[in-house]
């Protein structure tokens, strides 16, 4: 079965230092990657995705990702926090399986920057 | 903005009932796509069209459906309301509904079933 997990449900750091946010995932298909950042009461916005070109992608706001097929993780990483990236991130797996394109998010993770 | 617009924004309604989510997808996109986002489930995917076809089906009850009209707007139809489908409702939009497309997402339809 494909699934996606997000390894933290919350995480919290100091403004100025940098950002782990953890993804794994299982699948027997040839996966997309993306991480979506949700801001309160919003809708979901791109952050960036991997599309198995470049390994390391990079994305909006000084945000980079990992895709690490030995591990089956999509790491989302930035060097230095922002009050502004106080929000729930995302992770989501796509596939193209016999019955058509699915969707799975993660669980998501609170991310907390601290003043 | 993402471009993707979706009313009501707010919807409170009575178990048993019936409601219409409705969603414009942005200039260009011809995929709709369907999600449910609940506390206890967290982000489910629900159904795709593209062009006005059903392109991918994920966790969507049969008490729901779905169609992507002529223009391109989409609803969703939610019948015989129970209180665990109370949830936001997002609806997204891509150029071409492959797997590899950036989804871009509207704001969200809050439901409340009492």
């Known amino acids: 079965a494909q699934s996606v997990t997000q390894l933290d449900s919350h995480v919290s750091v100091s403004e100025g230092t940098p950002v782990l946010l953890r993804c794994n995932y299982s699948?027997?298909?040839?996966?997309?990657l993306f991480w979506y950042v949700q801001h309160p009461n919003k809708g979901l916005q791109l952050l960036l995705k991997y599309t198995s070109a470049a390994t390391l992608v990079k994305g909006i706001n000084g945000f980079e990702a990992e895709f690490k097929k030995s591990e089956t993780s999509f790491h989302l990483t930035k060097p230095s926090a922002h009050m502004s990236d106080a929000a729930e991130y995302f992770c989501v797996v796509t596939y193209l399986t016999n019955t058509g394109n699915q969707f799975y998010f993660g669980t998501g993770t609170s991310l907390t920057v601290i003043p | 903005d993402s471009g993707v617009t979706q009313t009501p924004k707010h919807l409170i309604t009575a178990t048993g009932q019936r409601v219409t989510l409705r969603c414009s997808p942005r200039s260009g996109d011809l995929s709709v796509y369907w999600y449910q986002q609940s506390l206890d489930q967290g982000l489910q995917f629900l159904i795709q069209?593209?062009?006005?076809?059903?392109?991918a089906k994920g966790n969507i009850l049969e008490r729901f459906s779905a169609q992507q009209f002529p223009d391109l707007h989409s609803e969703l139809n939610l019948s015989s309301l129970e209180l665990g489908d109370s949830a936001l409702y997002f609806c997204a939009s891509s150029v071409v509904g492959g797997m590899k497309d950036t989804q871009y997402f509207g704001p969200g339809t809050r439901l409340t079933v009492l």
């Open positions: 699948s027997s298909y040839s996966p997309s």
């Open positions: 069209y593209y062009n006005g076809e059903e392109r």
